[in-house]
Structures are given as structure tokens and as C-alpha cells.
């Protein structure tokens, strides 16, 4: 059976990310702030992060992310997209000006149409204060109705996973998810240690296909990586005279999903992402419907939920 165009499943997307050039021409116009092209060329990770700050600036208020995330829900639905978990950053949008607790609220409260099902993630960032931080997880806990996981993302070598241990058990017993970015930048030794604390899926997690040992671990303890190849690629993660590893993790086992990470940042979508994916794995002809497979089994949907799209989009 062949991949359905209209039955794609997001896993791994940020919604400040998801600012494409259209969208902040709008904003600009709007918030009568100059318009910046230089905020898509990113030549490192760490220009990237800049330039991520860059697009939040253009936020001026609550309306601004509900604006941004009906956009963007409009466009997964035109490209085919049944189910996304989109990740925010409250302490984030209050670095730029905005409240994070009246945003959030805002956000997670507002009748809005959900245009295609999606979930949320609160995100903070690792490197920042641990204030901000618990605050972000907070706010995760109080709009579980709409937010079903925790993550840490930023910068993954100044704050490495065992300085967050204590979030994996914390989420657990507030009945989320805790799913953090690692091996993106960072070593297979940080995957490792995530496994280790209990993580079931992982952001990007690319840095595993240089340790076998770490490739095994993820397979015996059923973990999911959120692979994002342009990202990997724009960032520097992955050089670019170098292959990317996706076809190690496919021939290895490994389960994963693609995603488009920050689509509008590296302007792509998530059929350029599976298109990417059918190259690196020489056009195998089940490799696409697998991985969305698996992309459904490591979603933040419920089993019954779950059911519902394999029926009536994969069998």
C-alpha cells in the first residue's frame, strides 16, 4: 500500500518557528516594524537561535500567535495533514514582550476552529533560568486538556540532559509527556542518558547513528526520534558534504518520523521533508507509509484516536 498524500502526521514543530516570509511581511506591516529577509539564512545553529528570537519579535500581542497558528493550521491542511503536535514557548514569547501566562491562556482557551487535530507541547528553553522553566511546566500541567507534553529545547551543550533528570519523574506524575531535544548538537552519550531517565521519544536525536550501542538502546526500549532534515542541515548539525543518517536509522530499525522542525524559518513543508526522505532511503517503496506508521504509534493521541486514523487512512 502506497502513502496516502492527504494522511501526513507532524510530530515535530514549532510555532514561532512557523513564521513564513508572507507571514512576516503581515506582521510587520501590522506592528510597523522593518521587515528582516536576513531572519531565513542561517548559517549555524547558534545564528539560527538568533534568528528564531528574531521571528518571536514579531509578536506583539496574543492575537499575533493565534494568527500564527491558524495560518500554519491552514497550510498542514492543504499539504495533507491529518494530526500535528506543535510546540510553544511561553518564557519565550515574554523575553519578546509578550505575557507568557495571558498568551498562554489565551492560546490554549480560545474557541477557536482546530481546522485539523493537533496537540500541544510547552517547551522552555534549557539554557535559560530554572524560574522560567518551572514556570513553562506549570503552565503545561494547568492546560492539560490542550497540552500533552513538556520538552526542552535550545542549547543542548551548556545545559545537558542530566540537568533535567528531575523532569522526566515530575512529568510523569503530573500525567505528561516529558520529551526533550537531544543529540541534535549534543553527543550519543546524552541520548544514552535520556533513554536511561525514560525518555520514549526524543527531538531529533541525530548524533545516535555515531554509537551503535546507542542505536540497540534505542530499539530495545522502543524510543522515537523526531528527525528533521532541513533543520539538521541549515544548522549545521549535519554537515552538508556529509549523509545525513536517516537511512542508518531506517536500516537499523530505528523508529522515526520526519518533520519540518521550524517550517517557515527553513522554508519547507512536510512533503518536501518526506520527499527528502524517499531519497535518502533510494525510493524503498513501503519506507514512507512505514515511517508514518510509526509517526502515529509515537503520537500524543489517545489508542482510540489512534485506531481511527490507522483505519481509515493506512489499512
Known sequence: M???PSALIELHLHLEGSIYPSDAIFLCQKNKIPFNNNMYRHSNFEIFLKHFGDAVSLLKDKEDLVFILQNHLKRLKRWGVVYAEIRVSPSVWE???LNAEESAKYLFSSNLDPIIKHN?????VRHWDKESIERDFNIAIKYKNKVKAFGIGGNEILAPIED???LFEECSKNGIVFIPHCGEVSP???VLKAIEYGAKKIGHGIKSSQSEIVMNKLKENDVHLEIC???NLLTGAV???SPHPLKTFYDYKVEF???TDDPGLFLTTIKKELFFAEKMLENQSEALLIIQKDALKASLLTPKEKEFILTKYYL
Open 164 to 166: 533535567f533528570k528531575f
Open 2 to 4: 502506497a502513502l496516502k
Open 239 to 241: 554537515k552538508r558534504n
Open 95 to 97: 523575553r519578546f514582550g
Open 257 to 259: 518520523s520526519v518533520s
Open 188 to 190: 550519543a552519550d546524552e
Open 120 to 124: 500541544f507541547i510547552v517547551e522552555s
Open 229 to 231: 532534515p532541513t533543520s
